[in-house]
């Protein structure tokens, strides 16, 4: 199956910090989203981007399917935006289930 | 329609006891997933419906496991003889055939 590999693992910020999220993967995507977990264990919906460049506020994303990888943008950070960010992937050919990443654990601090 | 709808949102059960947890999808959407989550790790694919039909099943999904989706509407996950290995967060997911899924809150299931 398709392997998905997302760094940093962890990552502290200070408020007001910007961050890069990694997503490698290594085969071909139908289906690409990102995802925040909360401390409730609820995944929000941050993007669907299989290719492109997508932005919501203070977030955006990039995913350039050619070179199998997606690229998650944090700006000026807040102490809400910690919890774990998953990438999720749908390889070509299957039904649309997703593969998970390990996710990024970010801490945002005042 | 709120989203997807999980019931319950915790449960805690004996070693040897039987679970059912209950997943109602977003109306419109004919994709029902279920996925499993352990502590520190993203969630796995367990199985998928497309509206009654169960299309695959994981291998995850051991024999102790069942799921229906009785007229393609709302989804039941039952365990048979659970196990302290089956804590775990159980969660459901809905989509169109083809595009974004939205996932549900979750059940956080304790065996004890």
């Known amino acids: 199956g398709i392997q998905v590999e997302q760094s940093p693992p962890d990552l502290i910020l200070q408020e007001g910090a910007n961050s890069t999220l990694r997503c490698n993967f290594s085969?071909?995507?139908?289906?690409l989203q990102w995802f925040h977990q909360n401390p409730w264990g609820q995944l929000i919906n941050l993007f669907y981007?299989?290719?492109g460049t997508k932005q919501n506020g203070r977030l955006s994303a990039t995913t350039v399917a050619t070179e199998r990888y997606s690229l998650l943008y944090i700006s000026s950070s807040q102490t809400t935006d910690s919890g774990v960010y998953f990438c999720?992937?749908?390889?070509?050919?299957?039904?649309?289930?997703?593969?998970f990443g390990t996710g990024t654990r970010l801490q945002v601090t005042l | 329609d709120t989203g997807v709808s999980q019931d319950p949102r915790h449960k805690i059960t004996k070693r040897g006891q039987n679970v059912t947890f209950r997943c109602d999808p977003i109306?419109?959407?004919?994709?029902l997933y279920w996925y499993r989550q352990t502590l520190g790790q993203g969630p796995e694919f367990l199985t998928y419906?497309?509206?009654?039909?169960?299309?695959?099943k994981s291998r995850l999904l051991s024999d102790r496991f069942s799921a229906e989706r009785p007229k393609g509407s709302f989804s039941t996950l039952e365990i048979q003889r659970t196990e302290q290995g089956d804590s775990a967060m159980y969660l459901c997911?809905?989509?169109?055939?083809?595009?974004?899924?939205?996932f549900g809150q979750g059940t956080r299931l304790t065996v004890v």
């Open positions: 999720a992937l749908g390889q070509t050919g299957t039904a649309s289930k997703l593969t």
């Open positions: 981007i299989p290719s």
């Open positions: 085969d071909s995507v139908n289906n």
């Open positions: 109306s419109e959407h004919n994709r």
């Open positions: 419906f497309q509206n009654e039909a169960q299309l695959e």
């Open positions: 997911a809905s989509s169109l055939l083809r595009g974004e899924a939205f």
